[in-house]
């Protein structure tokens, strides 16, 4: 399966500031998305990232917000904009491969805004 | 829109089996995955079924599908102190590529 570096692991932001997450995969993969993990909570699809295009948000998320970009089939960045306390969670990158069942996620960058 | 419930805890001893179960609502499932994510890290793929299956045994994990009841669960045989994690039940129907989670079921072994 897909191996995955997100970068960074871990920061701590004062708020009105953005920081921008980046995620690197070692092999080329169709689908790449963007979770959110609150504190003690489950995972919560931000968008998916599409290549070559704008990519697509769920409901309660805004490209304002969290920017994204994917230049290419194996790279993607979040951007968590003007950021506040209730932004501090877990970002997940995750990536689907055709030929494979399951998603692979990156290990996660643990957000704290202050 | 989609749903999967799982119980939010569970407590074992070590040597003891452990079930987790999990719920969901989305009869167009295709495929239904338990991950793991221990402290700190991000979510592993544990295992998986396919929706027309009703079990799978992978060493000491086995997978139980009920797809008229919607209903999936995870039995780890010999429950050791490295399994203690938060595990995510997860399904993906036919919407391409996107996956609901359950809230994940904390289990804590007791040596």
């Known amino acids: 399966s897909a191996v995955i570096s997100q970068k960074p692991s871990r920061d701590i932001c004062q708020r009105g500031t953005s920081l921008t997450i980046q995620c690197q995969v070692d092999?080329?993969?169709?689908?790449m998305f963007w979770y959110r993990q609150q504190p003690g909570q489950s995972l919560t699809l931000i968008a998916t990232?599409?290549?070559?295009?704008?990519?697509?948000?769920e409901s309660g998320f805004v490209i304002d917000k969290f920017p994204i970009s994917r230049p290419n089939l194996t790279f993607s960045t979040l951007t968590v904009s003007n950021m506040s306390p209730e932004d501090s969670s877990i970002y997940l990158c995750?990536?689907?491969?055709?030929?494979?069942?399951?998603?692979?996620f990156g290990s996660g960058t643990r957000l704290t805004v202050v | 829109g989609e749903d999967v419930e799982q119980s939010l805890f569970l407590s074992v001893r070590e040597g003891d089996s452990s079930v987790i179960n999990c719920t969901y609502t989305?009869?167009?499932?295709?495929?239904l995955y338990w991950y793991k994510q221990e402290p700190g890290a991000g979510l592993q793929l544990l295992t998986y079924?396919?929706?027309?299956?009703d079990m799978k045994q992978d060493q000491r994990l086995t997978v139980l599908l009920n797809k008229k009841d919607k209903h999936l669960s995870l039995r780890i045989a010999d429950t050791q102190t490295g399994d203690s994690a938060i595990y995510f039940c997860?399904?993906?129907?036919?919407?391409?590529?996107?996956?609901?989670f359950g809230d994940g079921t904390t289990l804590t072994v007791k040596p």
């Open positions: 995750s990536v689907f491969s055709s030929g494979q069942p399951g998603y692979t």
């Open positions: 092999s080329q993969v169709t689908m």
């Open positions: 990232a599409n290549q070559g295009s704008e990519a697509t948000y």
């Open positions: 989305d009869s167009s499932s295709t495929y």
């Open positions: 079924i396919f929706s027309n299956m």
């Open positions: 997860a399904e993906r129907g036919t919407n391409a590529g996107k996956s609901t």
